[in-house]
């Protein structure tokens, strides 16, 4: 079982910044593979951006060049930064970890409660 915590997240204006946090607890196998799915109003749920534990990242094209997936694998923590925010970007953001990723899916993931970002144009 892994727990998964988020923090950061709010509102900001296009163009803005905003840094989201996740802490795991409980099983590291099962956090090989750490990263951020977000689900906007009326969307299917979709990976941002994920890494695992050598520290290879992927990115969705639409956040690409814009946010940076960061990892601490002694603090079992994962962050997001993400710069240049659109209307766009607005969504509930959600950590998820996994042992594996298949494409753009986590195998059996687990999953925080999810943050809402919030960005005004």
């Known amino acids: 079982q892994v727990q998964l915590v988020e923090s950061g997240g709010g509102l900001v204006q296009a163009g803005g910044s905003l840094r989201l946090s996740c802490a795991a607890s409980?099983?590291?196998?099962?956090?090989?593979?750490m990263g951020w799915y977000r689900q906007a109003p009326g969307k299917q749920r979709e990976l941002v951006a994920y890494?695992?534990?050598?520290?290879?990242?992927k990115y969705s094209d639409s956040v690409k060049g814009r946010f940076t997936i960061s990892r601490d694998n002694a603090a079992n923590t994962v962050a997001l930064l993400m710069n240049s925010l659109k209307a766009e970007d607005t969504a509930v953001y959600y950590c998820?970890?996994?042992?594996?990723?298949?494409?753009?899916?986590?195998?059996?993931?687990?999953w925080g409660q999810g943050t809402q970002v919030t960005v005004s144009s």
């Open positions: 409980g099983s590291i196998f099962s956090t090989n593979v």
């Open positions: 998820a970890a996994a042992t594996a990723v298949l494409g753009q899916r986590f195998l059996s993931p687990y």
């Open positions: 890494i695992n534990r050598g520290g290879s990242t």
